[in-house]
Protein backbone atom coordinates (compact mmCIF):
# COMPACT_ATOMS: atom_id res chain seq x y z
CA UNK A 1 0.00 0.00 0.00
CA UNK A 2 0.87 3.27 -1.01
CA UNK A 3 1.11 5.76 2.66
CA UNK A 4 2.39 9.23 1.14
CA UNK A 5 3.01 10.99 -1.94
CA UNK A 6 5.43 13.65 -1.92
CA UNK A 7 5.34 17.09 -4.42
CA UNK A 8 7.70 19.81 -4.58
CA UNK A 9 7.11 22.68 -7.15
CA UNK A 10 4.49 21.81 -9.13
CA UNK A 11 1.81 24.62 -9.76
CA UNK A 12 0.31 25.09 -6.20
CA UNK A 13 1.99 22.41 -4.76
CA UNK A 14 4.68 24.22 -3.53
CA UNK A 15 5.91 21.39 -1.24
CA UNK A 16 3.60 18.98 -0.07
CA UNK A 17 3.33 15.68 1.52
CA UNK A 18 0.18 13.56 1.32
CA UNK A 19 -0.56 10.88 3.49
CA UNK A 20 -2.81 8.04 2.07
CA UNK A 21 -4.92 5.57 3.32
CA UNK A 22 -7.19 2.46 1.83
CA UNK A 23 -9.47 5.34 0.84
CA UNK A 24 -7.90 8.86 0.42
CA UNK A 25 -10.40 11.39 -0.26
CA UNK A 26 -8.98 14.86 -1.65
CA UNK A 27 -11.58 17.79 -1.56
CA UNK A 28 -11.61 21.61 -1.25
CA UNK A 29 -12.42 25.08 -2.97
CA UNK A 30 -11.76 26.11 -6.22
CA UNK A 31 -8.70 26.75 -7.10
CA UNK A 32 -6.90 24.80 -4.06
CA UNK A 33 -5.28 22.35 -5.75
CA UNK A 34 -7.21 19.07 -6.27
CA UNK A 35 -6.74 18.91 -10.01
CA UNK A 36 -3.01 19.67 -9.80
CA UNK A 37 -2.15 16.88 -7.21
CA UNK A 38 -4.62 14.55 -9.67
CA UNK A 39 -1.88 15.74 -12.41
CA UNK A 40 1.09 15.15 -9.94
CA UNK A 41 0.08 11.70 -9.48
CA UNK A 42 -0.48 11.07 -12.78
CA UNK A 43 3.29 12.38 -13.53
CA UNK A 44 4.48 10.05 -11.24
CA UNK A 45 2.39 7.04 -12.93
CA UNK A 46 3.73 8.33 -16.72
CA UNK A 47 7.59 8.04 -15.35
CA UNK A 48 7.18 4.46 -15.03
CA UNK A 49 6.35 4.39 -18.98
CA UNK A 50 8.91 6.72 -20.15
CA UNK A 51 6.40 9.23 -20.80
CA UNK A 52 6.93 12.07 -18.45
CA UNK A 53 8.86 14.50 -19.90
CA UNK A 54 6.53 14.71 -22.75
CA UNK A 55 3.52 14.84 -20.35
CA UNK A 56 5.38 17.92 -18.86
CA UNK A 57 5.88 19.38 -22.21
CA UNK A 58 1.72 18.30 -22.73
CA UNK A 59 1.57 20.78 -20.29
CA UNK A 60 3.51 23.93 -21.45
CA UNK A 61 6.80 22.47 -20.20
CA UNK A 62 8.86 22.27 -16.94
CA UNK A 63 8.78 26.16 -16.61
CA UNK A 64 5.46 26.76 -17.08
CA UNK A 65 3.89 23.92 -14.35
CA UNK A 66 6.98 25.33 -11.49
CA UNK A 67 5.89 27.28 -8.62
CA UNK A 68 5.45 30.38 -9.95
CA UNK A 69 5.52 32.08 -6.43
CA UNK A 70 8.67 32.63 -4.04
CA UNK A 71 10.96 30.13 -3.50
CA UNK A 72 10.90 30.60 0.13
CA UNK A 73 7.82 31.99 2.20
CA UNK A 74 9.52 33.99 5.07
CA UNK A 75 7.14 34.28 9.04
CA UNK A 76 6.77 37.66 7.41
CA UNK A 77 5.35 37.04 4.21
CA UNK A 78 2.87 35.06 6.13
CA UNK A 79 1.67 37.64 8.64
CA UNK A 80 1.90 40.24 6.01
CA UNK A 81 4.07 42.19 7.33
CA UNK A 82 6.75 41.87 4.13
CA UNK A 83 4.91 41.74 0.67
CA UNK A 84 5.31 38.27 -0.77
CA UNK A 85 8.71 38.71 -3.13
CA UNK A 86 11.35 37.23 -5.00
CA UNK A 87 14.92 36.61 -3.31
CA UNK A 88 17.91 35.15 -4.73
CA UNK A 89 17.44 31.80 -5.90
CA UNK A 90 19.54 29.71 -3.56
CA UNK A 91 18.50 26.30 -5.46
CA UNK A 92 18.44 24.58 -8.88
CA UNK A 93 15.03 24.92 -10.42
CA UNK A 94 13.44 21.31 -9.61
CA UNK A 95 10.42 19.76 -10.12
CA UNK A 96 10.34 16.87 -7.62
CA UNK A 97 7.53 13.44 -7.04
CA UNK A 98 7.77 10.75 -5.00
CA UNK A 99 5.88 8.42 -2.81
CA UNK A 100 6.69 5.63 -0.55
CA UNK A 101 4.76 2.59 1.14
CA UNK A 102 4.75 0.23 3.66
CA UNK A 103 3.44 -3.53 3.72
CA UNK A 104 5.14 -7.33 2.49
CA UNK A 105 6.89 -6.41 -0.86
CA UNK A 106 5.06 -3.08 -1.11
CA UNK A 107 6.91 -0.68 0.73
CA UNK A 108 9.19 0.28 -2.80
CA UNK A 109 9.06 3.98 -2.90
CA UNK A 110 10.00 6.23 -5.44
CA UNK A 111 11.51 10.14 -5.81
CA UNK A 112 12.41 11.54 -8.94
CA UNK A 113 13.99 14.85 -9.17
CA UNK A 114 13.60 17.21 -12.63
CA UNK A 115 15.68 20.00 -13.33
CA UNK A 116 17.28 22.17 -16.80
CA UNK A 117 20.02 21.41 -18.27
CA UNK A 118 23.17 23.35 -16.73
CA UNK A 119 24.02 24.37 -20.16
CA UNK A 120 23.33 23.23 -23.34
CA UNK A 121 23.62 24.16 -27.14
CA UNK A 122 20.79 21.75 -28.06
CA UNK A 123 17.54 23.65 -29.17
CA UNK A 124 15.88 21.13 -26.21
CA UNK A 125 17.47 23.51 -23.71
CA UNK A 126 13.84 23.84 -22.34
CA UNK A 127 13.36 19.96 -21.96
CA UNK A 128 13.06 18.99 -18.76
CA UNK A 129 16.30 16.74 -17.43
CA UNK A 130 16.51 13.89 -14.58
CA UNK A 131 18.88 15.16 -12.37
CA UNK A 132 18.34 12.43 -9.48
CA UNK A 133 15.86 9.32 -8.89
CA UNK A 134 15.80 7.22 -5.99
CA UNK A 135 14.22 3.83 -5.92
CA UNK A 136 13.79 2.93 -2.00
CA UNK A 137 12.02 1.09 0.87
CA UNK A 138 9.90 2.08 3.60
CA UNK A 139 9.65 5.92 4.72
CA UNK A 140 11.77 8.55 3.09
CA UNK A 141 14.10 10.17 5.79
CA UNK A 142 16.93 11.33 5.36
CA UNK A 143 19.17 8.28 5.05
CA UNK A 144 16.67 5.92 3.56
CA UNK A 145 17.18 2.09 2.63
CA UNK A 146 18.26 2.99 -0.81
CA UNK A 147 17.50 0.14 -3.45
CA UNK A 148 18.36 2.26 -6.24
CA UNK A 149 19.56 5.74 -7.44
CA UNK A 150 20.51 7.31 -10.51
CA UNK A 151 22.28 10.84 -10.23
CA UNK A 152 23.17 12.43 -13.86
CA UNK A 153 24.18 9.48 -15.83
CA UNK A 154 24.79 7.04 -13.43
CA UNK A 155 22.96 3.87 -12.32
CA UNK A 156 23.74 2.69 -9.12
CA UNK A 157 21.86 -0.51 -7.78
CA UNK A 158 22.04 -1.93 -3.81
CA UNK A 159 23.65 -5.72 -3.84
CA UNK A 160 22.66 -8.14 -1.63
CA UNK A 161 24.49 -6.52 1.10
CA UNK A 162 22.96 -3.07 0.57
CA UNK A 163 26.20 -1.51 -1.16
CA UNK A 164 25.46 0.17 -4.13
CA UNK A 165 27.28 -0.99 -7.57
CA UNK A 166 27.23 0.91 -11.05
CA UNK A 167 24.89 -0.80 -13.61
CA UNK A 168 24.93 2.07 -16.33
CA UNK A 169 27.13 5.43 -16.58
CA UNK A 170 25.31 6.86 -19.73
CA UNK A 171 21.86 7.00 -19.35
CA UNK A 172 20.25 10.44 -21.22
CA UNK A 173 19.44 13.08 -19.18
CA UNK A 174 16.09 12.44 -20.89
CA UNK A 175 15.96 8.92 -20.08
CA UNK A 176 14.25 7.86 -17.36
CA UNK A 177 15.98 4.77 -14.25
CA UNK A 178 12.60 2.84 -14.10
CA UNK A 179 12.15 2.85 -18.28
CA UNK A 180 16.02 2.25 -19.40
CA UNK A 181 18.04 0.18 -16.56
CA UNK A 182 14.85 -1.94 -15.16
CA UNK A 183 16.48 -5.18 -16.30
CA UNK A 184 15.25 -8.31 -14.60
CA UNK A 185 18.47 -9.63 -13.41
CA UNK A 186 20.62 -6.62 -12.33
CA UNK A 187 17.80 -4.37 -11.14
CA UNK A 188 14.47 -6.32 -10.14
CA UNK A 189 13.48 -4.04 -7.74
CA UNK A 190 13.69 -1.33 -10.95
CA UNK A 191 11.52 -3.38 -12.62
CA UNK A 192 8.99 -4.43 -9.54
CA UNK A 193 8.62 -0.83 -9.49
CA UNK A 194 7.99 0.13 -12.54
CA UNK A 195 5.62 -2.96 -12.94
CA UNK A 196 3.60 -1.32 -10.09
CA UNK A 197 3.36 2.12 -11.28
CA UNK A 198 2.25 0.73 -14.48
CA UNK A 199 -0.68 -0.64 -12.77
CA UNK A 200 -1.65 2.70 -10.97
CA UNK A 201 -5.33 3.76 -12.56
CA UNK A 202 -6.58 6.83 -13.69
CA UNK A 203 -10.32 7.86 -14.31
CA UNK A 204 -10.94 11.63 -15.25
CA UNK A 205 -12.36 12.14 -18.73
CA UNK A 206 -15.51 9.30 -18.99
CA UNK A 207 -17.32 10.87 -21.72
CA UNK A 208 -20.89 10.14 -21.71
CA UNK A 209 -21.86 12.97 -24.20
CA UNK A 210 -24.26 12.01 -27.07
CA UNK A 211 -21.03 11.11 -29.75
CA UNK A 212 -19.28 8.96 -26.69
CA UNK A 213 -17.74 6.21 -27.27
CA UNK A 214 -19.83 4.06 -24.69
CA UNK A 215 -23.12 4.66 -26.31
CA UNK A 216 -22.40 3.14 -29.63
CA UNK A 217 -22.67 -0.16 -30.92
CA UNK A 218 -19.33 -1.75 -31.19
CA UNK A 219 -17.16 -5.04 -31.02
CA UNK A 220 -16.87 -6.27 -27.71
CA UNK A 221 -13.35 -8.33 -26.65
CA UNK A 222 -12.74 -9.80 -23.05
CA UNK A 223 -11.85 -6.34 -20.89
CA UNK A 224 -11.12 -6.46 -17.58
CA UNK A 225 -9.95 -2.99 -17.44
CA UNK A 226 -12.09 -0.26 -18.75
CA UNK A 227 -10.36 2.17 -20.70
CA UNK A 228 -10.12 5.67 -20.20
CA UNK A 229 -12.95 7.28 -21.96
CA UNK A 230 -15.28 4.29 -20.85
CA UNK A 231 -15.49 3.19 -24.94
CA UNK A 232 -15.35 -0.24 -24.25
CA UNK A 233 -18.32 -0.08 -21.10
CA UNK A 234 -20.68 -2.75 -22.59
CA UNK A 235 -17.58 -5.09 -22.73
CA UNK A 236 -16.08 -4.12 -19.64
CA UNK A 237 -19.92 -4.92 -17.92
CA UNK A 238 -19.99 -8.26 -19.67
CA UNK A 239 -16.71 -9.04 -18.55
CA UNK A 240 -17.52 -8.64 -14.93
CA UNK A 241 -20.34 -11.21 -15.71
CA UNK A 242 -18.66 -13.85 -16.89
CA UNK A 243 -14.94 -13.87 -14.79
CA UNK A 244 -15.59 -10.69 -12.65
CA UNK A 245 -18.31 -10.68 -9.31
CA UNK A 246 -22.21 -10.62 -11.01
CA UNK A 247 -23.39 -10.39 -7.77
CA UNK A 248 -21.59 -6.68 -6.88
CA UNK A 249 -22.62 -5.59 -10.50
CA UNK A 250 -26.33 -6.08 -9.81
CA UNK A 251 -26.71 -4.91 -6.42
CA UNK A 252 -24.80 -1.93 -7.37
CA UNK A 253 -27.25 -1.15 -10.07
CA UNK A 254 -30.05 -2.47 -7.89
CA UNK A 255 -28.83 -0.08 -5.50
CA UNK A 256 -28.72 3.11 -7.49
CA UNK A 257 -31.98 2.71 -9.65
CA UNK A 258 -34.30 1.32 -7.90
CA UNK A 259 -34.49 -2.09 -8.96
CA UNK A 260 -33.04 -1.56 -12.25
CA UNK A 261 -30.89 -4.43 -14.47
CA UNK A 262 -28.13 -3.65 -16.39
CA UNK A 263 -27.90 -6.64 -19.20
CA UNK A 264 -25.47 -6.58 -22.75
CA UNK A 265 -26.92 -6.90 -25.91
CA UNK A 266 -24.72 -8.73 -28.70
CA UNK A 267 -25.72 -8.56 -32.15
CA UNK A 268 -23.10 -10.34 -34.73
CA UNK A 269 -20.26 -9.47 -31.91
CA UNK A 270 -21.31 -5.92 -31.62
CA UNK A 271 -22.20 -5.30 -27.59
CA UNK A 272 -24.61 -2.50 -26.53
CA UNK A 273 -24.79 -1.48 -22.73
CA UNK A 274 -29.12 -1.82 -22.08
CA UNK A 275 -30.86 -1.55 -18.98
CA UNK A 276 -34.17 -2.88 -17.67
CA UNK A 277 -36.45 -0.76 -15.58
CA UNK A 278 -39.33 -1.62 -13.67
CA UNK A 279 -42.90 0.30 -15.70
CA UNK A 280 -40.51 0.22 -19.04
CA UNK A 281 -42.18 -2.29 -21.84
CA UNK A 282 -38.65 -2.47 -23.62
CA UNK A 283 -35.13 -2.24 -22.16
CA UNK A 284 -33.69 1.31 -22.83
CA UNK A 285 -30.62 1.09 -25.14
CA UNK A 286 -27.18 3.35 -24.38
CA UNK A 287 -28.16 6.06 -26.90
CA UNK A 288 -31.49 6.54 -24.32
CA UNK A 289 -29.49 6.15 -20.79
CA UNK A 290 -29.44 10.20 -19.23
CA UNK A 291 -25.55 10.93 -18.81
CA UNK A 292 -25.29 10.11 -15.10
CA UNK A 293 -26.66 6.92 -15.36
CA UNK A 294 -24.12 6.22 -18.07
CA UNK A 295 -21.28 7.64 -15.81
CA UNK A 296 -22.52 5.59 -12.65
CA UNK A 297 -22.42 2.35 -14.86
CA UNK A 298 -19.01 3.34 -16.40
CA UNK A 299 -18.09 4.14 -12.67
CA UNK A 300 -19.12 0.23 -11.38
CA UNK A 301 -17.32 -1.19 -14.25
CA UNK A 302 -14.01 0.82 -13.24
CA UNK A 303 -14.60 -0.25 -9.71
CA UNK A 304 -15.42 -3.89 -9.94
CA UNK A 305 -12.61 -4.47 -12.43
CA UNK A 306 -11.91 -8.10 -12.38
CA UNK A 307 -8.22 -7.21 -12.43
CA UNK A 308 -7.76 -4.46 -9.67
CA UNK A 309 -5.14 -2.17 -10.15
CA UNK A 310 -2.54 -0.79 -7.03
CA UNK A 311 -3.78 2.32 -6.95
CA UNK A 312 -7.06 3.62 -8.66
CA UNK A 313 -7.56 7.28 -9.16
CA UNK A 314 -11.27 9.01 -9.61
CA UNK A 315 -10.97 12.78 -10.37
CA UNK A 316 -14.42 14.35 -10.02
CA UNK A 317 -16.64 10.81 -10.11
CA UNK A 318 -19.77 13.44 -9.00
CA UNK A 319 -19.76 15.14 -12.14
CA UNK A 320 -23.27 14.89 -13.44
CA UNK A 321 -25.09 12.57 -10.67
CA UNK A 322 -27.74 13.53 -8.96
CA UNK A 323 -27.29 13.65 -5.24
CA UNK A 324 -29.24 10.20 -5.18
CA UNK A 325 -26.26 8.18 -6.85
CA UNK A 326 -23.93 9.93 -3.97
CA UNK A 327 -24.42 7.37 -1.30
CA UNK A 328 -24.39 3.92 -3.79
CA UNK A 329 -21.62 5.31 -5.50
CA UNK A 330 -19.85 5.38 -1.59
CA UNK A 331 -20.61 2.23 -1.03
CA UNK A 332 -18.89 1.20 -4.53
CA UNK A 333 -15.89 2.79 -3.39
CA UNK A 334 -15.95 1.20 -0.16
CA UNK A 335 -17.00 -2.19 -1.18
CA UNK A 336 -13.79 -2.11 -4.55
CA UNK A 337 -11.41 -0.69 -1.45
CA UNK A 338 -10.94 -4.47 -0.23
CA UNK A 339 -9.20 -4.94 -3.53
CA UNK A 340 -7.55 -1.79 -5.19
CA UNK A 341 -6.29 1.54 -2.82
CA UNK A 342 -8.07 3.99 -3.85
CA UNK A 343 -8.23 7.99 -4.26
CA UNK A 344 -10.77 9.92 -5.21
CA UNK A 345 -10.60 13.65 -5.83
CA UNK A 346 -13.95 15.46 -5.55
CA UNK A 347 -16.01 18.86 -5.59
CA UNK A 348 -18.76 17.09 -3.58
CA UNK A 349 -19.04 17.65 -0.22
CA UNK A 350 -21.67 14.71 -0.03
CA UNK A 351 -19.50 12.46 -1.36
CA UNK A 352 -16.26 13.10 0.81
CA UNK A 353 -19.03 13.04 3.70
CA UNK A 354 -20.32 9.81 2.13
CA UNK A 355 -16.87 8.30 2.08
CA UNK A 356 -15.68 9.90 5.39
CA UNK A 357 -16.19 7.25 7.83
CA UNK A 358 -13.73 4.78 5.85
CA UNK A 359 -11.44 7.23 4.17
CA UNK A 360 -8.45 9.50 5.42
CA UNK A 361 -10.21 13.18 3.71
CA UNK A 362 -7.50 16.11 3.03
CA UNK A 363 -9.07 19.23 2.60
CA UNK A 364 -6.76 21.37 0.39
CA UNK A 365 -6.55 25.00 0.99
CA UNK A 366 -4.21 28.08 -0.53
CA UNK A 367 -2.58 29.88 1.82
CA UNK A 368 -0.23 32.78 -0.57
CA UNK A 369 -1.34 31.10 -3.66
CA UNK A 370 0.71 27.52 -2.04
CA UNK A 371 -1.79 24.45 -1.59
CA UNK A 372 -1.51 23.27 2.09
CA UNK A 373 -3.45 20.62 3.80
CA UNK A 374 -5.74 21.86 6.53
CA UNK A 375 -5.19 19.93 9.03
CA UNK A 376 -1.59 18.13 8.15
CA UNK A 377 -0.84 17.12 11.61
CA UNK A 378 -0.30 13.57 11.12
CA UNK A 379 1.56 14.01 7.37
CA UNK A 380 4.94 11.79 7.62
CA UNK A 381 8.02 12.81 7.16
CA UNK A 382 9.94 13.11 3.77
CA UNK A 383 13.21 14.40 2.93
CA UNK A 384 14.07 14.82 -0.88
CA UNK A 385 17.14 13.33 -1.75
CA UNK A 386 19.84 16.11 -2.76
CA UNK A 387 21.19 16.42 -6.07
N1 LIG B 1 2.84 27.57 -11.80
C1 LIG B 1 2.00 27.84 -10.82
N2 LIG B 1 2.44 28.31 -9.62
C2 LIG B 1 1.58 28.56 -8.62
N3 LIG B 1 0.25 28.37 -8.69
C3 LIG B 1 -0.24 27.89 -9.84
C4 LIG B 1 0.60 27.59 -10.97
N4 LIG B 1 -0.18 27.13 -11.96
C5 LIG B 1 -1.45 27.13 -11.48
N5 LIG B 1 -1.50 27.60 -10.22
C6 LIG B 1 -2.66 27.72 -9.35
O1 LIG B 1 -2.90 26.49 -8.78
C7 LIG B 1 -4.23 26.45 -8.30
C8 LIG B 1 -4.72 25.05 -8.26
O2 LIG B 1 -5.38 24.68 -9.44
P1 LIG B 1 -6.19 23.33 -9.55
O3 LIG B 1 -6.68 23.27 -10.93
O4 LIG B 1 -5.40 22.20 -9.02
O5 LIG B 1 -7.41 23.61 -8.53
P2 LIG B 1 -8.63 22.69 -8.17
O6 LIG B 1 -8.58 22.47 -6.70
O7 LIG B 1 -8.66 21.51 -9.06
O8 LIG B 1 -9.82 23.67 -8.50
P3 LIG B 1 -11.24 23.40 -9.18
O9 LIG B 1 -12.11 22.98 -8.04
O10 LIG B 1 -11.62 24.74 -9.68
O11 LIG B 1 -11.08 22.39 -10.24
C9 LIG B 1 -5.00 27.44 -9.15
O12 LIG B 1 -5.54 28.40 -8.30
C10 LIG B 1 -3.94 28.06 -10.04
O13 LIG B 1 -4.11 29.45 -10.09
MG1 LIG C 1 -9.94 20.88 -10.60
Not at 196 to 212: E, G, N, Q
Not at 247 to 270: C, K, N, P, Y
Amino acid sequence: MLTAIAVSGYRSLREIVVPLGRVTVITGPNGAGKSSLYRALRLLADAAQGRLVASLAGEGGLASTLWAGPERISREMREGTVPVQGTVRRERVALKLGFCGEGDGDALGYAVDLGLPVTTTSAFGLDPEYKVETVFSGPMRARPVVLAERRGPMVRVADDEGRLRVVAQHLAPFDGMLTHAADPRGAPELLALRERLRAFRFYDHLRTDPDAPMRQRRVGTRTPVLSGDGGDLAAALQTIREIGDPRALDDAIADAFDGARVAIDVEAGLFETVMHQPGLLRPLGARELSDGTMRYLALVAALLSPRPPALLVLNEPETSLHPDLIAPLARLVHAASDRAQIVVVTHSAALARALAPDAVVHRLEKSLGETRIADDADAPGWVWPKR
